[in-house]
């Protein structure tokens, strides 16, 4: 079963965000960004892109799927 890894926690940390704050700017619940963090989660693209644009960054930067 394929793990995800996510970057989005290091990305909030640069910039000061707290979770919920995260959560409104991409219409998701607090819960829905803890379990992203955590790896417990696997986004939808749309919310991927979200969350990327938010950062300004690429998916690829904040998402890594392991085998």
Known sequence: ???LKTKIKE???RLNMKQDELA???GVRRETI???EKG???PSLKLAMDIAAVFNTTVEELFEFYE
């Open 1 to 3: 079963m394929a793990e």
């Open 11 to 13: 990305h909030r940390a």
């Open 24 to 26: 409104e700017l991409v």
């Open 34 to 36: 803890i379990r992203l």
């Open 40 to 42: 417990q989660y696997n």
